[in-house]
């Protein structure tokens, strides 16, 4: 029945790693329009155009679209961690040894402010020299994060567990870099939880960001604070790239011209 149709094929469009894994048919309705100039007719049948013939044949081009532009798009899943074991690992300032990182993404481990010590302990990342009074903006542990070129990281949650000794802090406030650490982040503790991320903010970031969690109003200089593990969750996906919007914009033209051109065919046969 389509063979023996008046079919005006279009070009392919450049070529896109998106192409490979569409269906056939998705090329045959983004590029082959049937064009009805002379009244063709099938099997003795007029045809006519139809809108919603023409509809039909731009779903495919829906898809496309959309398929295009979240093809790199990945589920929330853990984009760095570490356990945070071995005999006295705050000895190390960043201390990366276990460090489990996603791919397209660079983490620094867990560090230390100039402001506090580092104190002996195992399995956790501990110190003491905290203040006793307001937060001071040197004391604090810190974590950074950084997207490989080309990719981009939109984070949903950060998650620790810590221990506090009995003269140790007793408050807390995580904040980062995109604000010059002058916002708290959600309610840290001494013990440990998890802080949403999932705000505006701290997504689709392409530059390097870092969290610092502060401690201070410690009984005394002596008492300790140590991490005992971390994560960050989120999810890491390609930037959109030059070809790929203008595939966009390439399709969107020719949805565009699908959907006028049913009126100048009626137009035509009036």
């Given at each position: 029945m389509i063979?023996?149709?008046n079919i005006a094929c279009y070009p392919a469009l450049p070529f896109h790693p998106i192409l490979a894994t569409l269906p056939t048919h998705c090329f045959y309705f983004s590029y082959c329009l049937p064009l009805y100039p002379d009244n063709t007719s099938v099997q003795g049948k007029p045809l006519e155009p139809k809108r919603r013939n023409i509809t039909m044949k731009a779903h495919p081009i829906i898809g496309l679209f959309v398929y295009t532009f979240f093809w790199t798009t990945a589920n929330a899943a853990i984009i760095t961690s570490n356990d945070i074991t071995?005999?006295?690992?705050s000895l190390?300032?960043?201390?990366t040894s276990g460090i489990i990182n996603a791919s397209s993404i660079s983490a620094s481990g867990i560090g230390r402010g100039e402001g506090i010590s580092a104190r002996t302990a195992s399995d956790r990342y501990n110190a003491s020299s905290w203040s006793t009074g307001e937060l001071d903006s040197d004391e604090y542990f810190t974590f950074a994060l950084d997207a490989d070129d080309g990719y981009q990281v939109s984070l949903t949650s950060f998650t620790y567990t810590g221990q506090v000794s009995s003269t140790g802090p007793t408050d807390f406030a995580l904040r980062s870099s995109l604000d010059s650490f002058s916002s708290d982040i959600g309610t840290p503790t001494g013990t440990g939880t998890t802080i949403d991320l999932s705000a505006s903010e701290y997504q689709n970031l392409t530059d390097p960001v870092e969290f610092r969690l502060y401690a201070y109003s410690a009984e005394s200089g002596a008492g300790t604070f140590s991490i005992n593990d971390y994560e960050f969750e989120g999810e890491i996906t390609a930037?959109?790239?030059p070809q790929t919007l203008a595939l966009i914009g390439i399709g969107a033209s020719v949805l565009l011209w699908n959907?006028?051109?049913?009126?100048?065919l009626m137009q035509m046969e009036g």
């Open positions: 063979a023996s149709l071995g005999d006295n690992p190390e300032d960043p201390y930037t959109p790239e959907q006028r051109r049913p009126r100048m």
